[in-house]
């Protein structure tokens, strides 16, 4: 466990220092999300960095991929592409676009970005696996704010209908989107009763809780006949105080002295 929380601040350090050399991007999105890839990829799912078309990798899907920072910082600190190349994010020719794209990034399963499709892949790809008999799961990220679009819903009620008890949704529940609270733009409470309404099997949790995430990544494994979402109750720019909670850093980046302290703050958050 402790290696999993050093394993999540070098990550947050990741994604401070690429969207500070970007001068631009989405951190808050990013850091809410930090413990969430952090287990997935380094406890929870089978996958290869070094044969990335694994054909019976389990799959994962960022739908919302404006947090491509951190699937960045993980995915390099998976050994999928090289620590170096974080620096490069959002530089012209580079392979580490805005939003993730899977025609240029090792390890990037699906170019996401518009908001709401994630879901609907996942499922794609849940149901290709039934068909060709394999036993791989699918994961997929999503935000808050995104349960405002229609597909998700849509994509609900089509995993539930057809039993993809091979999919496993984590929703990054930090309460804010671009434009500020959740509750304030579209209230989306009662979640907990709408995604058990729509056949789910519904679990919440401290999104910040690797043990908690590790047990309900367990207890979705073990859930047969319907899918799954963990609704990951989390804080938006978690890990650097004056980005906690604050909406601002949805879509901005640090300038030098805002990456200086977040950097300090990082490296005594032990």
């Given at each position: 466990?402790?290696?999993?929380?050093?394993?999540?601040?070098?990550?947050?350090?990741?994604?401070?220092?690429?969207?500070?050399?970007?001068?631009?991007?989405?951190?808050?999105?990013?850091?809410?999300?930090?413990?969430?890839?952090?287990?997935?990829?380094?406890?929870?799912?089978?996958?290869?960095?070094?044969?990335?078309?694994?054909?019976?990798?389990?799959?994962?899907?960022?739908?919302?991929?404006?947090?491509?920072?951190?699937?960045?910082?993980?995915?390099?600190?998976?050994?999928?592409?090289?620590?170096?190349?974080?620096?490069?994010?959002?530089?012209?020719?580079?392979?580490?676009?805005?939003?993730?794209?899977?025609?240029?990034?090792?390890?990037?399963?699906?170019?996401?970005?518009?908001?709401?499709?994630?879901?609907?892949?996942?499922?794609?790809?849940?149901?290709?696996?039934?068909?060709?008999?394999?036993?791989?799961?699918?994961?997929?990220?999503?935000?808050?704010?995104?349960?405002?679009?229609?597909?998700?819903?849509?994509?609900?009620?089509?995993?539930?209908?057809?039993?993809?008890?091979?999919?496993?949704?984590?929703?990054?529940?930090?309460?804010?989107?671009?434009?500020?609270?959740?509750?304030?733009?579209?209230?989306?409470?009662?979640l907990t009763d709408k995604w058990k309404a729509f056949g789910w099997q519904v679990q919440e949790?401290?999104?910040?809780?690797?043990?908690?995430?590790?047990?309900?990544?367990?207890?979705?494994?073990?859930?047969?006949?319907?899918?799954?979402?963990?609704?990951?109750?989390?804080?938006?720019?978690?890990?650097?105080?004056?980005?906690?909670?604050?909406?601002?850093?949805?879509?901005?980046?640090?300038?030098?002295?805002?990456?200086?302290?977040?950097?300090?703050?990082?490296?005594?958050?032990?």
């Amino acid at each position: 466990m402790d290696a999993l929380n050093e394993r999540a601040r070098t990550i947050r350090q990741h994604i401070i220092k690429m969207t500070h050399a970007a001068g631009s991007g989405h951190p808050g999105g990013s850091l809410s999300a930090v413990e969430i890839l952090t287990t997935l990829y380094f406890k929870i799912m089978k996958h290869d960095p070094k044969n990335p078309g694994w054909i019976d990798r389990d799959r994962f899907v960022l739908s919302k991929g404006h947090a491509a920072p951190a699937l960045y910082a993980i995915l390099a600190e998976a050994g999928y592409f090289p620590l170096e190349e974080l620096m490069t994010l959002r530089k012209l020719g580079c392979r580490l676009q805005g939003h993730p794209s899977m025609r240029c990034t090792p390890g990037v399963e699906m170019s996401t970005g518009s908001l709401g499709h994630g879901l609907a892949v996942a499922n794609g790809m849940a149901l290709a696996a039934r068909l060709d008999r394999k036993l791989h799961r699918i994961f997929v990220l999503c935000g808050d704010g995104e349960m405002n679009v229609g597909e998700i819903w849509e994509s609900a009620m089509l995993a539930a209908h057809y039993k993809l008890d091979n999919v496993t949704m984590f929703l990054d529940r930090n309460m804010l989107q671009l434009d500020g609270p959740t509750e304030k733009i579209m209230s989306l409470e009662p979640l907990t009763d709408k995604w058990k309404a729509f056949g789910w099997q519904v679990q919440e949790i401290d999104g910040h809780s690797i043990k908690e995430i590790i047990i309900a990544s367990q207890n979705a494994l073990r859930c047969h006949g319907k899918p799954s979402v963990i609704i990951c109750h989390t804080v938006k720019g978690k890990g650097v105080s004056f980005m906690e909670g604050a909406v601002r850093f949805h879509g901005k980046a640090p300038v030098d002295e805002e990456c200086e302290k977040a950097l300090g703050e990082l490296e005594v958050c032990r």
